[in-house]
């Protein structure tokens, strides 16, 4: 089966605790994503990767960590210095289609971690 | 800010009618792209509309593009009750690499 995966599906943590989600994919994508969504909100943008060994700061990277050292994986850790962790993380992967001068980057998601802290 | 925004907020239909969904989005794209959300899941990708299309079909979903308003809107013929979710655009306002800005989506309720 192709996909994404990301466990676990749902997390408990105390304050004060760093944690890390996993998020693998098998479908060969060079770019990886993680975003956080609270209820009823969009999805917001925390860190992404276009190739290996390389990651770039989305809109609301403060208190987060990423790494990206294999192209199937982008564990997403989740900082005591994160001030409001408890949401829903999803991860998400692109083949960053080619046409030319243009890229086309439809993202294909994984099923979802709830965060807790408690 | 959100470069795009859903409109309505939430819509209620019964089974057999049509849903229509709306995104304004604020500055210049290269691709605008409806994901659907079911409760508690992963997004999942629906279509993408090119910057110069103006319209794309897929099965029943109907997906249209006025890039002199800034506007979207996502038709669904034939509602069923499994459409019940939300749904989301998403802009990419660069024509190289780029990430997507997502809106904070519409929530659609299909009764049987």
């Known amino acids: 089966d192709g996909g994404i995966t990301q466990s676990p599906k749902y997390l408990f943590r105390k304050e004060g605790q760093n944690v890390t989600l996993s998020c693998e994919q098998n479908?060969?994508?060079?770019?990886m994503y993680w975003y956080r969504q609270d209820p009823g909100q969009g999805l917001r943008l925390i860190y992404y990767?276009?190739?290996?060994?390389?990651?770039q700061k989305g809109d609301i990277a403060e208190g987060y960590s990423v790494s990206r050292e294999k192209k199937e994986s982008f564990p997403l850790t989740v900082t005591s210095a994160q001030k409001n962790p408890t949401a829903f993380y999803l991860c998400?992967?692109?083949?960053?289609?080619?046409?030319?001068?243009?890229?086309?980057?439809?993202?294909?998601f994984g099923p979802g971690t709830r965060l807790t802290v408690l | 800010s959100q470069q795009g925004e859903e409109d309505p907020q939430a819509l209620s239909i019964q089974e057999g009618e049509n849903a229509t969904m709306n995104c304004s989005y604020k500055?210049?794209?290269?691709?605008l792209q409806w994901y659907r959300q079911n409760s508690g899941r992963g997004l999942v990708h629906l279509i993408l509309?090119?910057?110069?299309?103006r319209e794309k079909h897929s099965g029943r979903l109907r997906v249209t593009l006025d890039t002199s308003k800034k506007s979207s809107s996502l038709l669904i013929t034939a509602s069923r009750a499994a459409d019940t979710a939300s749904y989301f655009c998403?802009?990419?306002?660069?024509?190289?690499?780029?990430?997507?800005?997502f809106g904070k989506g519409t929530m659609l309720l299909v009764s049987p």
């Open positions: 998400a992967s692109s083949p960053n289609r080619r046409a030319g001068l243009r890229v086309y980057n439809e993202q294909f």
């Open positions: 479908l060969n994508h060079d770019a």
């Open positions: 990767s276009q190739i290996v060994n390389d990651f």
């Open positions: 500055t210049s794209i290269n691709n």
């Open positions: 509309i090119r910057s110069n299309e």
């Open positions: 998403a802009t990419a306002p660069n024509s190289g690499y780029s990430t997507l800005t």
